[in-house]
């Protein structure tokens, strides 16, 4: 199946510095890439949708300064949280969109495996 | 509007089925699928089913869909302690522009 690689895993960082988050299409081209958070015990909250080459959709209540999102290539979206502070720590996850030619021709979502961000 | 229901708990014994209940609103939904997740961990898809099939297996997991009622539901059988998971099902609308998650099944396995 398609991997979804998210670096880091986990990032500690004191208030007021700003983030990174790398999510990549290890061994497919995604047309499509999508950033959730996700508090402790609950689903997943769509942030922003991001399509190669141009801006993201962000949906309602995210504020698009606070969350950028850069998606250059087909295989490679980043979310930079900037001047984080306590209440952005969260469990951050992305996902790709794409087939994976295993079976099917559906387009699916493939997630990575998260970042948990800790902001102190 | 586009709306995915679960419960939010399911609590099994080793060794017996679980039924995980999903239901979903657009009609238009391509495919329906279900996702798990481990603790700090991101989504693993388990299966799918397209939506003109009423079932599909695949080894433990068994995915029944009625379509007329919106609804799907993913059984495990002989149900493990590792499968102790949140389990999410997920709708396509808009003949698969989208995809739309429920709030997540709780599954917890009791030795």
């Known amino acids: 199946g398609a991997v979804v690689s998210q670096h880091p895993s986990w990032v500690i960082c004191k208030s007021g510095t700003s983030v990174k988050i790398e999510c990549r299409s290890l061994?497919?081209?995604?047309?499509?890439m999508f950033w959730y958070r996700q508090f402790p015990k609950q689903s997943l909250m769509l942030m922003a949708t991001s399509n190669e080459g141009s801006k993201a959709t962000y949906e309602q209540g995210v504020e698009k300064d606070k969350f950028l999102i850069n998606h250059a290539s087909l295989t490679l979206s980043t979310l930079t949280v900037t001047s984080a502070h306590p209440e952005d720590s969260s469990f951050y996850i992305c996902?790709?969109?794409?087939?994976?030619?295993?079976?099917?021709?559906?387009?699916?979502?493939?997630f990575g495996s998260g970042t948990q961000l800790s902001v102190l | 509007g586009e709306d995915v229901e679960q419960s939010l708990f399911l609590s099994v014994r080793e060794g017996d089925s679980s039924v995980i209940n999903c239901t979903y609103t657009d009609s238009s939904s391509t495919y329906l699928y279900w996702y798990k997740q481990e603790p700090g961990a991101g989504l693993q898809l388990l299966t799918y089913i397209f939506s003109n099939m009423d079932m599909k297996q695949d080894q433990r997991l068994t995915v029944l869909l009625n379509k007329k009622d919106k609804h799907l539901s993913l059984r495990i059988a002989d149900t493990q302690t590792g499968d102790s998971a949140i389990y999410f099902c997920?709708?396509?609308?808009?003949?698969?522009?989208?995809?739309?998650f429920g709030p997540g099944t709780r599954l917890s396995v009791l030795p």
């Open positions: 997920a709708e396509t609308p808009n003949y698969g522009q989208n995809f739309v």
């Open positions: 996902s790709a969109r794409g087939v994976d030619g295993s079976a099917g021709t559906n387009e699916k979502l493939f």
């Open positions: 061994d497919f081209q995604a047309t499509t």
